[in-house]
């Protein structure tokens, strides 16, 4: 069973950085791509960022290029999420979810993360 859970999430002023931890368990890591989902109040998830386990490919939404960074640690089996120049907008819980690299459904999310970026 697919087992994530986040961790380093927080409030920061705008400017600054954070680094969210997932940490991954229960699959074998190599077939899977890992990425970042956000939720802000009242409004629909949005794609943050991915990495393909294997890999190392890595994809980001264009709202956080050049302001992020998405890595993995093999000897962890974790995926970091580097947060810099946080914004007012980028306020959201933040959740790691895994999927399949061949498929595009996600088979499954952690409890999430919040980040409060204040102005």
């Known amino acids: 069973e697919v087992h994530l859970v986040e961790s380093g999430g927080g409030v920061v002023q705008a400017g600054g950085s954070l680094r969210l931890s997932c940490a991954a368990s229960g699959f074998s890591f190599d077939d899977f791509t890992i990425a970042w989902v956000r939720q802000a109040p009242g409004k629909s998830r949005e794609f943050v960022a991915s990495?393909?386990?294997?890999?190392?490919?890595?994809y980001y939404a264009d709202s956080v290029k050049g302001r992020s960074t998405i890595s993995r640690d093999n000897a962890k089996n974790t995926v970091y999420l580097q947060l810099n120049s946080l914004k007012p907008e980028d306020t959201a819980v933040y959740l790691c979810?895994?999927?399949?690299?061949?498929?595009?459904?996600?088979?499954?999310w952690g409890q999430g993360t919040q980040v409060t970026v204040s102005s």
């Open positions: 979810a895994a999927r399949r690299s061949a498929s595009n459904v996600y088979e499954a």
């Open positions: 990495i393909n386990w294997s890999s190392g490919n890595t």
